[in-house]
């Protein structure tokens, strides 16, 4: 079965540079999440988006932007890189709609190194 | 808020063990509630669910009993394979509102053969 596909597995920027991390979400799942998750820490929501429109938002920082675009998928852009943004950025999927309360499927994630 | 408390780790087994890992919850309302497991390197998957009170969710022989009356979603298996080493998060899924899940701290769970 598909599953959520995220790209790059591994990005290093350095400070102050630009990441964008792509997420493509299983096929008819209508709901997209960020998570981050920092070394030995537990995944914090960042931000979600129903039918490619914000629906919520967690603890994103505001150099933090991310849209889902015609097709479902969804970008997350950092900017101003930080040492601190050095992370493990989890994208998942669900369907919402419809009155389906699905699971969150996770991606394997990318994994971020800021130098 | 809705939140998870999890039992700290790391857990250190032997074999065959048997295995209890304490989630507890609080949140507004009847959530639902999963256990993610985390392989080293990996992202994270879904080991098993309950959606409402007295459910049992179960999977590759982990069970977890959605208990509303402590508010605990305990994961328990009755002898654990080396294989089974890896990091396990409790989580609740908020109803009708947000469906983003609010995650434990996380165990780290460590089998030796």
């Known amino acids: 079965a598909a599953g959520v596909i995220q790209s790059p597995r591994h990005l290093i920027k350095e400070k102050r540079e630009t990441a964008t991390l792509k997420c493509y979400p299983i096929p008819r799942h209508d709901t997209v999440y960020w998570y981050q998750q920092g070394p030995g820490q537990d995944p914090q929501f960042l931000i979600s988006f129903y039918e490619k429109m914000q629906s919520d938002k967690g603890s994103i920082p505001d150099r933090f932007s991310a849209q889902q675009f015609s097709d479902y998928h969804s970008e997350l852009n950092m900017s101003s890189l930080e040492l601190g943004d050095s992370a493990l950025y989890f994208c998942?999927?669900?369907?919402?709609?419809?009155?389906?309360?699905?699971?969150?499927?996770f991606g394997n994630g990318t994994r971020l190194t800021v130098t | 808020g809705d939140s998870v408390t999890q039992m700290e780790g790391p857990v250190t087994l032997s074999e065959e063990a048997f295995l209890t890992i304490n989630c507890t919850y609080t949140?507004?309302?009847?959530?639902?509630l999963f256990w993610y497991v985390q392989y080293p390197g990996e992202g994270l998957q879904l080991l098993l669910k309950?959606?409402?009170?007295?459910d049992k969710g179960s999977n590759k022989g982990f069970e977890a009993t959605y208990r509303k009356e402590t508010t605990s979603f305990h994961l328990e298996k009755g002898s654990v394979q080396v294989s089974d080493s890896a990091v396990y998060f409790c989580a609740l899924q908020p109803r009708g509102g947000s469906e983003k899940l609010v995650f434990g701290k996380g165990t780290k769970l460590t089998v030796n053969p």
């Open positions: 949140a507004t309302g009847y959530p639902s």
């Open positions: 309950a959606t409402k009170a007295d």
């Open positions: 998942a999927s669900s369907l919402v709609g419809q009155g389906a309360n699905s699971p969150l499927h």
